[in-house]
C-alpha cells in the first residue's frame, strides 16, 4: 500500500518535471494522472488499491463520529429522565481481530457506541468484557458490534 | 453571512455546553462508579469536542485567523477519551470497587480472580 503511496507520488514529481512548471496546481494534476495509471495497471500489484483503503477509513471515521453523537444523545435521555431504570451488567465479548491497533481502534469505537464502555481485554486479546447499562438487549448490541465495526475494521485491514 | 456564522459558532458552544451540563448531572445521578464512568466518558468528550469547534470557527470566521492548533486538540481529545474511560474503569475492577448491587450479570469476576491468582495479587 505505501509503494503504491510511494509510486503515486513519484509520477506526480515526474509530471512536473516534465512540464516544467512547479507550482501546486501541475503537483496536483500530476498526482490525479499518476492515480489513472495506477488504477490502470492494477492488476500488476500484489495488494489492492490504496485508494479503496483510502475510502474505508473515511467511511470508518464517518461511523465513528455517528456513533459518537448517537451515544451522547442516549447518555442525555438517560440521565434526565425523572427515574433511572439501569440495568448494568458486565459481558464477554468475543473477537475475532488479531492486530494490536485493530483491537484498540474496536475498544474506543466500542466505548463511543451508546451505553456501553470496554472495561478489560483478556490477557490473549481474544475477548472483550464490556459493561453495558441496559443489559435487555445485550444479543443485541453484540450484533451491532459484529455487523458495523468488527465489519469496518476487517474492511480497512484486508489487504 | 455573518448571521450564518454567528449560528453555526452559537450552536456548536450551546450543544458542548448542553453535554458537559448532561455529564456533570450524570456524574451526580448515576449508582456507581461504572455507570459513572459512561456518562463521563462520552458526555465529556464531545461536549469539549464541540466548544472547541465553536471557539475555531469564531476565530476563522469572524477573525479570518485560521488555527489548526484547535483542531488538533479536537482530535486528542477523540482519541484520549474513551481510552481515559476504559482505564478509570479498569483499575478500579481490579482494585476492587464494588458494582453497584442492581448489577445484572458478571463475567469479569472470574476472569480478574484468575488473573490475581496468576500473578500472585490480593
Redesign the interface.
Known amino acids: 500500500m505505501s509503494f503504491q503511496i510511494l509510486l503515486n507520488l513519484f509520477l506526480a514529481f515526474l509530471w512536473m518535471f516534465l512540464s516544467s512548471n512547479y507550482s501546486l496546481s501541475r503537483f496536483i494534476i500530476g498526482f490525479l494522472l499518476g492515480l489513472a495509471l495506477i488504477i490502470a495497471f492494477r492488476k500488476f500489484f500484489k495488494s489492492r488499491l490504496y485508494i479503496d483503503r483510502v475510502w474505508s477509513v473515511i467511511k470508518l471515521s464517518f461511523l ?1 463520529i455517528k456513533e ?2 448517537l ?2 444523545v442516549s ?2 435521555v ?3 429522565r425523572p427515574r ?1 431504570e ?7 465479548y468475543d473477537t475475532k481481530l488479531t492486530e494490536d491497533w485493530e483491537i484498540t481502534l474496536l ?2 469505537l466500542i ?2 457506541t451508546p ?1 456501553t ?4 481485554v ?2 490473549d486479546s481474544k475477548s472483550l ?1 464490556i ?1 453495558v ?1 441496559d ?1 435487555n438487549d ?1 444479543d443485541e448490541t453484540i450484533d451491532s458490534i459484529k455487523n458495523t465495526f468488527e465489519k469496518a475494521i476487517l474492511e480497512v485491514s484486508r489487504s | 453571512m455573518t448571521i450564518l456564522a454567528n449560528i453555526l459558532i452559537i450552536f456548536f458552544i450551546s450543544l458542548g455546553v448542553l453535554f458537559l451540563v448532561v455529564a456533570a448531572i450524570g456524574l451526580f445521578r448515576l449508582p456507581d462508579l461504572y455507570t459513572r464512568a459512561h456518562a463521563a466518558s462520552k458526555s465529556a468528550t464531545l461536549g469539549v469536542m464541540s466548544i472547541l469547534l465553536g471557539v475555531f470557527f469564531h476565530f476563522w470566521l469572524m477573525e479570518n485567523h485560521f488555527n489548526p492548533t484547535i483542531l488538533l486538540g479536537v482530535l486528542f481529545l477523540f482519541i484520549t477519551g474513551p481510552v481515559g474511560g476504559h482505564i478509570m474503569s479498569r483499575s478500579s475492577y481490579i482494585a476492587g470497587v464494588k458494582p453497584w448491587a442492581g448489577t445484572v450479570r458478571d463475567d469479569l469476576k472470574p476472569e480478574i480472580e484468575r488473573m490475581k491468582k496468576e500473578q500472585n495479587i490480593k
Open positions: 465513528f459518537l453523537i451515544a451522547n447518555v442525555l438517560l440521565v434526565l433511572l439501569l440495568q448494568p451488567a458486565f459481558f464477554k475498544s474506543s466505548t463511543l451505553g464502555v470496554v472495561v478489560h483478556s490477557d468484557y459493561h447499562l443489559s445485550i
